[in-house]
T-cell receptor, first 113, second 114 residues
Framework: KAGVTQTPRYLIKTRGQQVTLSCSPI?????VSWYQQTPGQGLQFLFE???????NKGNFPGRFSGRQFSNSRSEMNVSTLELGDSALYLC????????????FGEGSRLTVL | AQSVTQLGSHVSVSEGALVLLRCNYS??????LFWYVQYPNQGLQLLLK??????LVKGINGFEAEFKKSETSFHLTKPSAHMSDAAEYFC????????????FGTGTSLTVIP
């Protein structure tokens, strides 16, 4: 069974640009969550989607958005990039509505110059 | 609000020695607790989890953790460290209200000295 796949793995952008990251969950998983990981702030929850609906949202500005498609694949978008957006963005999928195990992808490492 | 505190951002142990990584949580409702491990340039892998039932939980690679409600703790242990255990370890909490919104600790970097 294939794991969680995130693309791209690495990317470099400049301030003011926008970026879209993609996540394909484990087959059959309907929940997809996104986390931002930085050395200073650790792992912070961005949002969760279940069956194309956003269920929870973390404390991030509106520049961070996401969506989920009918096949459970998810994308997150960050507009007007800032230097502080440099981070590892992790996607996690789950088969349950909550408190089940999260299966993480390897992440997309974003560098903003 | 939920939170997790991991005492010790860096822990060093000798190969073969006991591994003890500390985690304390704060939750106003019964918590679900998790330990994840992260190797360089990789995502997080679940080591073990506590949801309900037995408070001593056994995980992969010889790790175990004990849920102590009175101490609000969920410390991770392994009797004998192996070089391959060197990694970053994260404790996390969630509950039925927050579902798949996990709150993570800041992590503990484990170094194993040969």
């Amino acid at each position: 069974k294939a794991g969680v796949t995130q693309t791209p793995r690495y990317l470099i952008k400049t301030r003011g640009q926008q970026v879209t990251l993609s996540c394909s969950p484990i087959s059959g998983h309907r929940s997809v969550s996104w986390y931002q990981q930085t050395p200073g702030q650790g792992l912070q929850f961005l949002f969760e989607y279940f069956s194309e609906t956003q269920r929870n949202k973390g404390n991030f500005p509106g520049r961070f958005s996401g969506r989920q498609f009918s096949n459970s694949r998810s994308e997150m978008n960050v507009s007007t990039l800032e230097l502080g957006d440099s981070a590892l963005y992790l996607c996690a999928s789950s088969s349950s509505r909550g408190t089940g195990e999260l299966f993480f992808g390897e992440g997309s490492r974003l560098t903003v110059l | 609000a939920q939170s997790v505190t991991q005492l010790g951002s860096h822990v060093s142990v000798s190969e073969g020695a006991l591994v003890l990584l500390r985690c304390n949580y704060s939750s106003s409702v019964p918590p679900y607790l998790f330990w994840y491990v992260q190797y360089p340039n990789q995502g997080l892998q679940l080591l073990l989890k506590y949801t309900t039932g037995a408070t001593l939980v056994k995980g992969i690679n010889g790790f175990e953790a004990e849920f102590k409600k009175s101490e609000t703790s969920f410390h991770l242990t392994k009797p004998s460290a192996h070089m391959s255990d060197a990694a970053e370890y994260f404790c996390a909490v969630s509950d039925k209200r927050t579902g798949n919104q996990f709150y993570f600790g800041t992590g503990t970097s484990l170094t194993v000295i040969p």
